[in-house]
C-alpha cells in the first residue's frame, strides 16, 4: 500500500496548533542585539589571531604525553562528576573536554564558564533530560528503520534542547539590567542561537506518535485511520459470534465455562472432544495436550478472522509506512540533530566548568597576552602572577570527592567552601600543617626561564606541575583553586619531562631518556610554549651535566614564551647573574624542624640540605661527619656555610617581624571592638535609664500597693483577735503583729542606693572583686577585676572591660541594712508594752549572725529563671545580686527541667564573693534556692 507524503502530512481541515518557532521572533530584540555583538566580537578577536597549522605528529604526541605527566586525565575526572549529560560525562571521564587551539578560543570557554556561574546562582540547571540521539540518527542514516521509541527520543531531545535555549533566554530577562543583563549571558546564548531546533520534524512526531502511551495515532495518515476503523468493527462481529457460540456450547454441557481464545493467531471456542458435534462444520485449530478439549473455530467465524488476518497485515505495513518515513525526515535532518547535540554538549560542559568552579571556590584567570607579535599588557607587571594556587588533585581530599559532592543535587558551594577548605596554617616554625599547601606563582615580564632550586620533597616538582594544570585549565576554560585575580599566558603547547624515562627495551638509561624527551621537546616548541623539565641534566656526570644543562637553557631562552626546570645544580642558579631572562626561585626548608615548608621563595636558590635530611633519616653520624669533611675540601672558603646562615638569620627575623605585626594587628582589633562596644553602650544609656526609672517607679506602686494591703490584713486580724485575749494572750499577740509587720517592710524595702560622703571617697579603696559605683558608666554597678599600684582599675560592666581612674570609682552604701533597722525601731515605739522583750529578740538574733530578717518570698526579692539559656540566666542572676543591698535575701526560681540552668546557678553562688551562703531546695519549694546576701 503506498503512502504519499501529502498523505503523511496533516490532513487538510485538521492542522495541528504549531507554535512559533524560537529564537526567530521580532519581540526579542535585546537577545539577538546581545548575541550579534557577541559574535562581532568574538569574530574580530579571531580574525587577529595567528592561524595555526595542523601540528606535526611528534607535537601531538609530546603534548599526549604531557597531559598525562600532569595527571589532565584526573582532572578530567573531577569535572566528570559535575557533567548532567551523558555526552558530557563521556567527553570528561575520556579527557576530551575542549581546550583553546587560540587565544580567542579559550576566552570564549572562559567567558562562557563565567556566564554558567551567573546563570547558576539564579537556579540549578539540570540538562539530564536532553539524551544523546546520534545512534539513532546514525541508523535512520543508514536505511534502518527506527522503533518508536526511538523516535520519540528524537523528539524529546530536540524538545529538552529548546527549551534549554528558552530557559537561558528568560533568566537573563528576569536579570534585568536590559542590554548589559543580556550581554553578560551572551556567551551561553549565542551557543544554541543559530541553531536549528527541526520544529517542523517535531510537529510530525507529535502528530503521528503518542509518545507517552508508544503509539500510532490514527490520525497519522487517513489509510490508517480506516483500517482501524474497519478493523474495530470486524473485531466487534467476530467477539459477538464467538460469545454466542461459546454460550451454546456451555449451555449443552460442551464446557465447563464459555472460553473464547487465539489458537495459530485466530480466535475460536474451546469444546469438549466427547462434545465436538455440536460444531460439526467448524474448524480445529489445536488441541490441548490431555486431548480432551479442543480449539475449534466455528464456520460463521473464518472470513470474519480472514477479513481480522487481512486488516491486521494492512495496519502493521501502513504503520511501517509511517515510521519509514519518520525515520527519513529524521536521517534527513541528522546534520541539523548532531549540530544541537554539539551544542548541548558544549552548554553541558560549561555548567559543569561552573560547578567545578564552585566546588573548589576557584576564580578566574586572565590570559595575558606578550607574544611575539609585539603586543603586550601594559597594565600587568607580571608575566605570570596567581596567588594562593593549590594542585587541584592534592585539593581534593579537602573538599570531598566530587562524585559525592555532585550527588548532592546543589550546585551552591560557595556557602562551605571556606569551612572545609582551611588556608594553609602555620605553627611557630613555619611548617605548614595541613595539605596542600598554596604557592604563589610570580614570574615578572621579560623572564624566559626559572631555575627552582632546593631539597628532595621540598615540593619543586610538585609547584612545577601545578604551573603546567593551571596553564592547561585556562586553556579549557575552568577556573583556578588560587586567590586574587590570576594572571598567566596562554601557550599554544605544554611541554614536560617530568619522571625517569629509563627503558629497557630501548635501550635507554635514565639519563638518555631524559635527553631523548628534551631533544624532541626543542624540535617541537615554538615562540608561544611552555616548557617544564624536571632535575635537568641530572643522571650523569655532574660537570658535564652542568654544561649541558646551561647550554640548553640558553638555547631555550630565545625560541620560546617560558621555560621553568627545577635542578640540584647550584652553578645553574648563577645564570641570573649574566642574564636577567634568567630568573631563580627556592623551596624554602626549616632548619630547625629539617622539613620542607612547600613554599616559594621567588628570587632566592635554596640549598639541597642533603645531609641534613640524610641525618634526620637516622643515618649513622660517622656517614654524615665524614660527608661534610668532603664538602668541606669542595667549599674551602665556606661562602655557603656563611650564605646559609645569613640566609637563616633573615627568615628568623621576618618571622618574628611577621608574628609582632599579627599581634599588633590582633590587639588593634581587639581595642577597637572594644570601643565599639563602649561607644554604644554610652550611646544607649540615656534611653536605658529613662526606661529604668519608669519601670522602678511602676514597680515601686504596686510594691506600696501590697505593703498596704498585707500590714491592712495584719491589722484587721488583730483587732479580731484582741476582743477575745486574754492579757498573757494579748502579749503574744502583739509581738506576732509585730514581727509580721516587721517582716513585711524589710521585704518590701525599695533598696536605694546611697552613696558616702566625698570624705568616705578619699578613703576608699576598692579590692578584687568588689561592686562598686562607675562615675563614667552613669554610676552603674560593675565589679572590680584588677587593682594596680597606679591611680586606675580594672573594672567589668556587663561583657565590657574598662580601665577607669580610682576616682571615679564609688563605694556602694549599706542602705538596705539601716531602713530595716530603723522601721523595727518605729515598730518598738508603738508597742511600749513590748518593747524591752522586742529590743533583747533583736539584739539576739544579731548576736547569733542572723541579721537578713524573716524569709519571705515577695516579686521584689525573687529572680525567675524558668525559661531562659544558661547564659541568659546567669547574667540575669549575676544583675540581681550586684543590685541587692547589704544582709539581703534572694529566692531564685531556676525550676527542675534538665537541670543545665540548676547547676549553674548553684556555680554562680558558690564562687560569687557577695553571697554569704545558699539554701538549696526544700521538698516543700521544689525548683528555688535561696541566696543569702552579705
Known sequence: MELTTARFLCPVGKPPNLPFPPYSSPARPAVALAVAAAAAASAASSSDDSHHPRRPSLAQALQSETLKTLEWSSVCRQLSSFASTSMGLAAARDAEVPIGETPAASRRLLDQTAAAVLAAESRRWDLSGIEDVSAVVESARKGELLTIGEICAVRRMLSAARKVGEELEATAAAAGGGRDSFGRYAPLLKILYDCDFCTDLQRKIEYCIDCNLSIILDRASEDLEIIRSERKSNMEKLDSLLKEVSAHVFRAGGIDKPLITTRRSRLCVGIRASHRYLLSDGVVLSVSSSGATYFMEPKEAVELNNMEVRLSNAEREEEIAILSLLTSEIADAGIQIKHILDRVLEIDLAFARASYAQWIDGVCPTLSSDHSDGSCDAEAVRLVDIENIRHPLLLEPSLGHPTDVAASNSMDFANVNNSRRGLSSRDNSGVSSDFPVPVDMKIERGTKVVVISGPNTGGKTASMKTLGLAALMSKAGMYLPAKGSPRIPWFDLILADIGDHQSLEQNLSTFSGHISRICKILDVASAESLVLIDEIGSGTDPSEGVALSASILQYLKNRIHLAVVTTHYADLTLLKKKDAQFENAAMEFSLQTLEPTYRILWGSTGDSNALNI???????????????????????????????????????????????????????????????????????????????????????????????????????????????????????LVRKCESLIASILEAHQPGELDFPDRSDDALFVPQYGEQVHVKGLGNKLATVEETGDDDTVLVQFGKVRVRVNKNDVRAVANSRRSRASSSISQLRRKSENNNEELQNQVEGNKDEGSLYGPLLQTSKNTVDLRGMRVEEAALELDMAISSRGSYSVIFIIHGMGTGAVKERVLEILKNHPRVAKYEQESPLNYGCTVAYIN
Open 614 to 732: 640524610a641525618k634526620s633519616i637516622g643515618f649513622d653520624g660517622e656517614i654524615i661527619e665524614r660527608a661534610k669533611q668532603w664538602v668541606e675540601r669542595l667549599r674551602p672558603e665556606r661562602q655557603q656555610e656563611r650564605k646559609g646562615l645569613l640566609y637563616q638569620s633573615l627568615l628568623e627575623e621576618r618571622d618574628r617581624l611577621k608574628a609582632q605585626a599579627e599581634k599588633a594587628a590582633s590587639l588593634h582589633v581587639e581595642v577597637m571592638n572594644l570601643y565599639q562596644e563602649i561607644l554604644h553602650e554610652a550611646e544607649d544609656i540615656d534611653n536605658r535609664l529613662k526606661a529604668l526609672m519608669a519601670k522602678e517607679m511602676h514597680h515601686a506602686q504596686e510594691e506600696r500597693k501590697a505593703t498596704e494591703m498585707q500590714i491592712q490584713a495584719v491589722v484587721e486580724e488583730f483587732e479580731n483577735n484582741l476582743e477575745d485575749a486574754s492579757p498573757d494572750q494579748l502579749n503574744s
